[in-house]
């Protein structure tokens, strides 16, 4: 078998001796991309490339890029483990010329890796061109061997787009013939682009670059041409060992292999489910290993979809207990040769699925019981369709992903009701909208459009700079414009050519400041940036400004001083917490402004006291250590050797930012520092608490800010003092008033549950009547004196039952004894409750029958039928 290692190796190794450069696979996760969920494309990391937007230092350059698809017009996820040749994740090989070659070299490298160096046979290759691409027919007639018979045009086929938007252009795809046996479609002809044939498939997709697909829609000519490719590694491995699928190459089988042996089963006995295990473990062990974590919304939902469908696999090959993680392995064995992150976060991705695996088993046996009895219910009355209501309770209360239902459905033969399920979803939806509003503040779109130069930062070096306005966009109508002048009170965006002020990005917030000039002041509370364009968020103070404007920008220096502290105590925290809970530990995100800093890591459980205060201990020596803080701009490759910590979600060019401080840290890093950790000064944890599963986040504060914290913890302990009226023995002293103040609440609740009392007071005939209302009390007697200190003047009704008896005990207050008496009232009540009683005039009592319903209305009523 021929290796994908091997075959990997030397696609790139034939684009380098035609002088590209080979760079690094970036992220699944795209980094500065919000309109990508993942990274699906090998085109992602060079879109700016394309349009001219970025400038590299070289032209042409090849890869392999890891890509997620798991929806879109090119897979459907639910699809994926019925065929061999569709994946969550796979391998794109691509080379690229960003105004350099165009079509003739494109068309001669392809020709020549595959038919040479990969020697697959001439007449088993087919061309396809766009309908209107004389030219690359042409080329493919004049510049290689191929039977011009095997040359065919389409139109919308041979027309690529990565997205609604963006750089685009005609391509020409290679199709291979993989021989009869392999069409699985019955009454067509075979052939390239027959739907249903698996015959003839796609290898090699060469796009030609040249236009720019904007906003309307509408397609712009590029400034220069160029060149995107994309082959699907899985595929060609298939292909180069004539595999009957994907999951039949080394890049599958070391994972198939493993649960056939788990589980003392053959693949054949399962297909769909050993291969939709088989994919979906690879996508989520490189899609955690880039930083993704499964959660509730966005690209998190997704990873949490796969896992969950991968699971319900796993369930019906008969695993119950979590099993997932156990694939770890074998998918770091496939890749330690060319994706060594993954190796490298094996026990982060382990602990994420197993957490994860176990909370969803909890509810998958309930779920699946419920969808057997609803398919049972439907069945035996003759339908055959899952309601939305039924789906939606799965995937709301169960965190069954719809896929799984539709899945379920498909296999017994149900229609799902998805409609249904989307309307109590929007439902849904908009009831969650009401208390959530977010706002996107700054006019991305606008912003490309005026195609300008990146801004130069020189906030790294300067807290103040010169520079002129180069664009000024303002809100009217709630819509951003472009305008070439701003009065006094006008709020505003303004462009400069050249800034000192930061702009919000890699959680560091941005900064704030004065631009001025002899005719105007501005006051800029925020800066933002799009790609890399920045954006001073302002408000005019006085006076007007206009384009080309020269104007003097300065920052809130001691806003940022703080910020810098804040940010390089970050660094020092993340090597804390190596050092003492161990390298499991990598940054998750951060959060740093001038009050406070954020930092979330990977660590599987909350820590314990002494580890909170070791880490606080440890960055505190570090501050105290006065290091120098260094920042250099390497290139990407020695700044590996040199083993900085990269953080997944940063997007790197081919040169990067070290920030280093002596032995202690060394991290990739956009973000503004001091330059020495001394000036830090103090450093104190806040907080500590559980952000998701596997994710802890500390919150600290640096500085002045941390002083500032110790004196009101000292206020609110002085206060304490003084409530307590002693210095000493604090804790003692509360404890024993919290005891005390516990002791006496609990006999509280005691006496309460041994007779329950109620309590009502009623006006009868000019008398006051209190009616007290017990059970099981002991001393009825002492109740009655109670209540009548409480009356003052009028007539107390006592009562106490217990099992089916009833004591009753009548009082009447001295001032009253000649009107009224309580052994007349005893003797009547008797009469009518059916018991026994007399007394004196003053004070009587008696026993009766327990009274029917509720004790305090039956007082009342008998006690206002007898007076
Ligand atoms: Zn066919
Ligand atoms: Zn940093």
Known sequence: MKSSFEIRKTFLDYFKSKDHVIVESSPVIPADDPSLLFTNAGMNQFKKCLTGEEKRSYSRVADTQKCLRVSGKHNDFEDVGYDGSHHTFFEMLGNWSFGDYYKKEAIIFAWELLTKIYSIPKKDLYVTVHITDDEAEELWKSNTDIDPSHISRFDKENFWEMADTGPCGPCSEIHIDRGPSFCNGYNHKCSVNVSGCNRFIELWNLVFIQYNRNEKGELEQLKFKSVDTGMGLERLVAVLNSAPSNYDTDLFLPIIEKIEKDTNMNRKDDPVAFQVIADHIRALAVAIADGGVPSNEGRGYVLRKILRRAVRFLRKLGFKKPYLFSLVEPVCSIYDNIFPEIRKNFDRIVYILKQEEERFLETLETGLELIKNETCR??????????????????????????????????????????????????????????????????????????????????????????????????????????????????????????????????????????????????????????????????????????????????????????????????????????????????????????????????????????????????????????????????????????????????????????????????FCGGTHIDNTGKIGTFIIISEESVASGIRRIEAKTGLNALLLLQQQRKTLNDISEILKTKTDLVLRLQTLMDKSKKFEKEKNKVQKQFPVSEKIVEVKDFKIILVGSEQNPDIKNSADLAKKKIKSGVVFCTSVENDICKIVVSVTDDLVDKISAENIVKKICELWNGKGGGKPSFAQGATKKPQGDLIFEMETIIKKIL
């Open 378 to 667: 439907i069945k035996s009355s003759g339908l055959n369709r899952l309601s939305g209501d039924i789906i939606f309770k799965l995937h709301d209360t169960y965190g069954f992903p719809v896929d799984i239902t539709k899945e379920i459905c498909r296999e017994e033969n149900l229609v799902a009701d998805i409609e249904g399920f989307e309307k109590r979803m929007e439902e849904q939806r908009l009831r969650g909208k009401k208390s959530w509003k977010k706002e996107s503040s700054v006019p991305v779109d606008l912003i490309e459009k005026l195609m300008l130069q990146p801004t130069i930062f020189t906030g790294y070096e300067k807290v103040s700079d010169e520079s002129f306005v180069k664009a000024i966009i303002a809100k009217k109508n709630d819509e951003w414009i472009v305008k070439d002048d701003a009065k006094e009170d006008d709020e505003i965006f303004i462009i400069t050519e050249k800034t000192p002020f930061y702009a919000e990005s890699g959680g560091q917030v941005g900064d704030t400041g004065i631009i001025e000039s002899d005719s105007v002041k501005i006051e800029v509370y925020d800066t933002q940036k799009s790609g890399g364009i920045f954006m001073h968020l302002c408000k005019i103070i006085k006076g007007n400004i206009k384009i080309n404007d020269r104007i003097f920008l300065s920052i809130d220096v001691e806003r940022r001083d703080s910020i810098r502290k804040n940010h390089t105590a970050t660094h020092l925290l993340q090597s804390a917490l190596r050092n003492v809970l161990g390298k499991h530990v990598s940054q998750a995100g951060s959060f740093v402004n001038d009050e406070y800093l954020r930092f979330d890591f990977t660590h599987p459980k909350a820590l314990l006291n002494n580890e909170i205060e070791e880490v606080e201990r440890m960055v505190n020596i570090y501050i105290q250590k006065a290091k120098e803080v260094k920042t250099e701009i390497l290139p990407l490759e020695e700044a590996k050797k040199r083993q900085a910590l990269a953080f997944f979600g940063e997007k790197y060019g081919e040169k990067v930012r070290i920030v280093s401080i002596d032995e202690i840290s060394s991290e």
